[in-house]
Nanobody
């Protein structure tokens, strides 16, 4: 329903920062809640954070709270994930997702997904 393209992943040392971007197609971007999820090797998909439609209220997983920040620019149809104080355990493929509805933390409730972008944090 919504085309999503992530970018900004890469290799960074522990303690470093990285900003991921997710560009969305469509004319109703402001009506989408936007989520970030990640999947580490050998593990299931994990909720990272979400930003609500219209109001831009954010929520985060405990594991990233205080380190990661989600923002959105509706004029640019883009959502961002600013990652600071990165740890090796943050290494994963990060996925952007969109939901036509209120924000949730459940991956199954999101309608569209990007291709993912690899984030690798070295020690």
């Amino acid at each position: 329903q919504v085309q999503l393209v992530e970018s900004g992943g890469g290799l960074v040392q522990a303690g470093g920062s990285l900003r991921l971007s997710c560009a969305a197609s469509g004319r109703t971007f402001s009506s989408y809640s936007m989520g970030w999820f990640r999947q580490a090797p050998g593990k299931g998909r994990e909720f990272v954070g979400v930003i609500s439609r219209y109001t831009g209220i954010t929520a985060y997983a405990d594991s990233v709270k205080g380190r990661f920040t989600i923002s959105r620019d509706n004029a640019k149809n883009t959502v961002y994930l600013q990652m600071n104080s990165l740890k090796p355990e943050d290494t994963a493929v990060y996925y952007c997702s969109a939901r036509v509805g209120p924000a949730t933390t459940f991956s199954g409730t999101f309608d569209s997904w990007g291709q993912g972008t690899q984030v690798t944090v070295s020690s």
